[in-house]
């Protein structure tokens, strides 16, 4: 069975860059034909699509949120990471790291991380 796991920080300053980690075990992030996703729900709110990278390494971000995101990978650990710059308090949010099985039209994810959260605050 695979499992993601996020890890990192849980509290980041105004300003600073948030990075997180999604570890991935019993499955390869480089598998056809799987999309790594980033997830997240602020308190009281819905979830909030952040973007992907693709099993070929391609990547995919929100419009919203293309200015200050970047997702990347590295495939020597199984693990892709989300950095989030200029962070502001409504970055503040419950982070999930999923699989998607179905990335066009409704995305449909089989894996999901336990969510790590993380508030914004000086």
């Known amino acids: 069975q695979v499992q993601l796991k996020e890890s990192g920080p849980g509290l980041v300053k105004p300003s600073q860059t948030l990075s997180l980690t999604c570890t991935v075990s019993?499955?390869?992030?480089?598998?056809?034909?799987?999309?790594w996703t980033w997830i997240r729900q602020p308190p009281g709110k819905g979830l909030e699509w952040m973007g992907a990278?693709?099993?070929?390494?391609?990547?995919y971000y929100s419009p919203s949120l293309k200015s200050h995101t970047s997702i990347s990978r590295d495939t020597s650990k199984n693990q892709f990471t989300l950095q989030l710059s200029s962070v502001t308090p409504e970055d503040t949010a419950d982070y999930y790291c999923?699989?998607?099985?179905?990335?066009?039209?409704?995305?449909?994810?089989?894996?999901w991380g336990q969510g790590t959260q993380v508030t914004v605050s000086s």
């Open positions: 999923a699989r998607a099985i179905r990335f066009y039209g409704n995305r449909l994810y089989d894996y």
């Open positions: 019993s499955g390869s992030i480089t598998a056809n034909y799987y999309y």
């Open positions: 990278i693709a099993y070929s390494g391609n990547t």
